[in-house]
């Protein structure tokens, strides 16, 4: 059993959990296993790949013949509806609208279960499952936020995937403005947080 992640601090968190278990720092369009599973499981991570073609056909090559792959991860344009409302209602705000438009989505997305059916298949995987779910979850402010701080935020408010230079100031007014708007959602201190999931399972 082999676990694989980009992020080193991930990576360290694992091995301390799991010391039977290897675990390597590596970029899933990096993975070089040929033939070597029989199970590959990607949880929340397809949508972050930045080539998923390559991701997806490595691991149909990590696979042994008949291996299966599974995926769960937030899918299509919309998949976060509470969190896109928020973060729109946010950035209407003068001081962050002029920085925002020059934003550009890091997110790899389409837009239904045929779209994700070809894509699979077309990377060599025979369908099995595929389907799209839209979960609901109530949440409390606190609890929706620190939910986003450790999802959407990674791609809304990161330097990263501006085009223009963007400050400490612009990340921590805009995650206020959406803490602010989850607030002014919320009933009770409660929200409705709601994601399009897609499960798939494909055999190799």
Same mark, same amino acid.
């Given at each position: 059993?082999?676990?694989?992640?980009?992020s /080193?601090?991930m990576?360290?968190?694992a091995?301390?959990l799991?010391?039977g278990?290897?675990?390597?720092?590596?970029?899933?369009?990096e993975?070089?296993?040929?033939?070597?599973?029989?199970?590959v499981?990607?949880?929340?991570?397809? /949508?972050?790949?930045?080539?998923? @073609?390559?991701?997806?056909?490595?691991?149909?090559s990590?696979?042994?013949?008949?291996?299966?792959?599974? !995926?769960?991860?937030?899918?299509?344009?919309?998949?976060?509806?509470?969190?896109?409302? %928020?973060?729109?209602a946010?950035?209407?705000?003068?001081?962050?609208?002029?920085?925002?438009? #020059?934003?550009?989505?890091?997110?790899?997305?389409?837009?239904? !279960?045929?779209e994700?059916?070809?894509?699979?298949?077309?990377?060599?995987?025979?369908?099995?499952? @595929?389907?799209?779910? #839209?979960e @609901?979850d109530?949440?409390? @402010?606190?609890a929706?936020?620190?939910?986003?701080?450790?999802? $959407? $935020?990674?791609?809304?408010?990161?330097?990263?995937?501006?085009?223009?230079? %963007?400050?400490?100031?612009?990340?921590?007014?805009?995650?206020?403005?959406?803490?602010?708007?989850?607030?002014? $959602?919320?009933?009770?201190? %409660?929200v409705? %947080?709601?994601?399009?999931?897609?499960?798939?399972?494909?055999?190799a």
């Amino acid at each position: 059993m082999v676990g694989t992640d980009i992020s /080193q601090g991930m990576v360290e968190e694992a091995r301390a959990l799991y010391p039977g278990i290897e675990f390597r720092r590596l970029a899933a369009e990096e993975l070089d296993y040929d033939a070597e599973f029989d199970v590959v499981f990607c949880n929340s991570a397809l /949508q972050w790949f930045s080539d998923a @073609v390559r991701a997806v056909r490595a691991m149909r090559s990590a696979l042994t013949s008949g291996g299966r792959l599974g !995926v769960a991860c937030p899918a299509t344009y919309e998949f976060a509806p509470f969190f896109g409302t %928020v973060i729109m209602a946010a950035i209407r705000r003068p001081e962050l609208a002029r920085v925002f438009a #020059h934003w550009r989505s890091p997110w790899f997305q389409l837009a239904s !279960v045929e779209e994700y059916r070809t894509f699979f298949e077309e990377c060599g995987f025979k369908t099995g499952l @595929v389907r799209l779910d #839209h979960e @609901v979850d109530s949440l409390t @402010v606190d609890a929706a936020f620190d939910l986003y701080r450790t999802g $959407a $935020a990674q791609g809304f408010a990161n330097k990263a995937f501006y085009e223009v230079e %963007v400050d400490e100031e612009y990340v921590a007014a805009f995650n206020s403005a959406v803490r602010e708007e989850m607030e002014n $959602a919320a009933a009770g201190g %409660v929200v409705e %947080v709601d994601f399009n999931r897609l499960y798939y399972v494909g055999r190799a």
